[in-house]
């Protein structure tokens, strides 16, 4: 049973700060991570991915600059710091895992968590 599982979603201001975590049931080894999410309405959104190590990462363009992914390997844990939020960041937040090569392409992703709500609303 491979398991992730997000944590640090809740309700902020516009331009607020919030940390999300995500713990594997498994050691993460090779796999790639990401995060996504997904408005009601809307489609599933690559929201920020890291290899191995934090070398190689993609940002949406909308979070580039506000949004930081962090893979520790020796805790096998992954963040999202993201800073500044706004309205259009609502969402629910997921953390996913798997052998990627283009950080976007969803079906690359094996694993998945249940994800982890963010509201930023005033």
């Known amino acids: 049973q491979m398991q992730l599982v997000e944590s640090g979603g809740g309700l902020v201001q516009p331009g607020g700060s919030l940390r999300l975590s995500c713990t594997p049931s498994?050691?993460?080894?090779?796999?790639?991570v990401g995060w996504w999410r997904q408005a009601p309405g809307k489609k599933r959104e690559a929201v920020s991915c890291?290899?191995?190590?934090?070398?190689?990462?993609y940002y949406l363009d909308s979070v580039s600059g506000r949004f930081t992914i962090h893979r520790d390997s020796d805790k096998n844990m992954v963040y999202l710091q993201m800073n500044n939020l706004k309205p259009e960041d609502t969402a629910v937040y997921y953390c996913?895992?798997?052998?990627?090569?283009?950080?976007?392409?969803?079906?690359?992703?094996?694993?998945w968590g249940q994800g982890t709500q963010v509201t930023v609303s005033s």
């Open positions: 890291t290899g191995t190590t934090d070398r190689e990462t």
């Open positions: 996913a895992a798997g052998p990627v090569i283009t950080p976007w392409n969803e079906k690359e992703y094996t694993y």
């Open positions: 498994f050691i993460l080894g090779y796999n790639s």
